[in-house]
């Protein structure tokens, strides 16, 4: 919003203008929305899912839920605190793949959604990117993370006793770009966390509480 659209250069070269660039396997656009990488990892892992369909002959529950877990949902999952989006047209089509393969498990197809992932003991997509904004919340805080705490997040300042001992501090913002980065997401979540939760001596630990 308001770029002036200058010219920039390196090594003496002038840079060229993109919309979308791919960086770690993650495209982000010029608008920082994930559409785009919603759409391209959900085609990716359809992909996959009706490899699955037409070439596995013994489809049992344990044998495709080992491959969805394995080979279709980290399609859906990879780096996924840096690129999680809040559209819920995002949201559905990511969450459509896993329908999809619910409904692929003989014998569920005749219920709904969520007794379907009652079955198979899995939870949504949306509930997975909220525990996998946590889980990468906790190694920051604890330095098992490259990414520095400090360059993201202040320690709540205030003498609330609501809560545990390492809240963060929430600031204001303009744009939805912003809202929903990972850095102001996350806040309210942690925050809501036990002490038990936060005080948790491994990853694993924290995992499982």
């Not at 489809?59 to 491959?67: E, G, I, Y």
């Amino acid at each position: 919003r308001g770029n002036l659209g200058g010219s920039y250069v390196m090594n003496g070269g002038t840079l060229g203008v993109v919309s979308e660039e791919r960086d770690l396997g993650v495209r982000i656009t010029r608008d920082l929305k994930a559409s785009a990488h919603c759409a391209f990892v959900c085609s990716r892992a359809n992909r996959v899912l009706g490899m699955i369909g037409r070439t596995v002959v013994f489809k049992s529950q344990d044998v495709l839920t080992r491959l969805y877990k394995s080979l279709v949902r980290p399609h859906l999952e990879y780096c996924v605190s840096a690129w999680s989006p809040h559209y819920v047209k995002d949201k559905e089509r990511l969450e459509r793949v896993q329908r999809r393969f619910t409904r692929m498990v003989p014998g569920l197809r005749g219920l709904d959604y969520e007794r379907r992932l009652e079955k198979l003991k899995l939870m949504s997509l949306e509930e997975r990117r909220n525990r996998a904004d946590l889980i990468e919340m906790f190694k920051i805080s604890r330095g098992v993370s490259a990414i520095p705490w400090n360059s993201f997040f202040r320690a709540d300042s205030s003498d609330r006793t609501r809560g545990h001992s390492r809240k963060l501090a929430k600031d204001g913002f303009r744009l939805d770009v912003r809202k929903y980065f990972f850095s102001q997401r996350i806040v309210k979540r942690w925050n809501s966390l036990s002490e038990e939760v936060i005080s948790a001596g491994s990853v694993n630990t924290f995992k499982k509480r």
